[in-house]
Nanobody
């Protein structure tokens, strides 16, 4: 059983900062890509950022230059540092991880989501 547990969401004023964390636990060999997505009511889940195991990153244009993704492989944890937050960043944020069990078996897992609300 693999679990992704997110933390760090909350209410912040526009221009402020928040850091989200997502820790993976359970029995597995390793984790490949880890990423963050967000979703607002009535909309599809939107890609925010991804980081590979060796630290390569990619960002959505909407957050490039404001958000930074990082990870701690020893702790199976991914972070999302969010700066210069805007009201349009308000959403439920989900982490995603590509969990490897064997050379031939891997699965994607999602966290439960954490609410980020940015007031104007």
């Amino acid at each position: 059983q693999v679990q992704l547990v997110e933390s760090g969401g909350g209410l912040v004023r526009a221009g402020g900062s928040l850091t989200l964390s997502c820790a993976a636990s359970g029995s597995f060999f390793s984790i490949n890509n880890m990423g963050w997505y967000r979703q607002t009511p009535g909309n599809q889940r939107e890609f925010i950022a991804v980081i590979t195991r060796d630290g390569s990153t990619n960002y959505a244009d909407s957050v490039k230059g404001r958000f930074t993704i990082s990870r701690d492989n020893a702790k199976n944890t991914v972070f999302l540092q969010m700066n210069s937050l805007k009201p349009e960043d308000t959403a439920v944020y989900y982490c995603n991880a590509g969990v490897v069990f064997t050379q031939t078996r891997s699965s994607a897992y999602w966290g439960q989501g954490t609410q980020v609300t940015v007031s104007s």
